[in-house]
């Protein structure tokens, strides 16, 4: 029977960790619900039961804010709705493993007005480096240990 006191929520139209999430969501008898825009659309990922959304810049987001509540889980790469997910109680992991805090978004709010004033500059940013198994190994281990440790799970 399903843990009815948490969900799992995934921002998924760029997430690299969907089989991880699917794996460690099954050994806690939880269903993760994977949401989409619907330019990701595949009948595959509809029969598993994804939700998809208008194709909007922030679409998949707004979902989320309105479908969480507190003590919920969110897995997603976007630190902005990061920040707002965890003014309402929500716990964020990002795919590479960080688990990111209420008391983190100073830090992430600064960090990205840096970038977007050096975009402004330079018209060009270093994006992230390159996904790899250690990435995907460390979230499935601090993903496994934060639900092991989530209340009512």
């Known amino acids: 029977m399903p843990n009815l006191n948490v969900h799992i929520y995934v921002d ?3 997430c690299p960790v ?5 794996d460690v ?7 993760p619900y994977f949401i989409a825009t619907v330019n990701h659309y595949s009948r595959e990922k509809a029969d598993a039961g994804w939700m998809f959304v208008d194709d909007g810049s922030q679409s998949v987001d707004l979902y989320i804010l309105n479908q969480v509540g507190e003590g919920d889980v969110v897995i997603t790469q976007d630190l902005s709705l990061a920040v707002l997910l965890t003014s309402k109680g929500v716990y964020v992991l990002t795919p590479r493993g960080k688990l ?34 250690s990435d995907r190994e ?16």
């Open 18 to 22: 969907q089989e991880e999430i699917i």
């Open 138 to 153: 460390k979230f499935r281990s601090v993903f496994q240990k934060m639900l092991s440790e989530h209340e009512g799970i």
């Open 25 to 31: 969501c099954a050994q806690y008898d939880l269903d």
């Open 12 to 14: 998924a139209d760029s």
């Open 100 to 133: 990111v805090r209420e008391n983190d978004a100073d830090n992430i709010m600064n960090q990205k007005f840096i970038r977007q004033q050096t975009m402004k500059k330079r018209k060009k940013w270093k994006g992230p480096s390159a996904f790899t198994a």
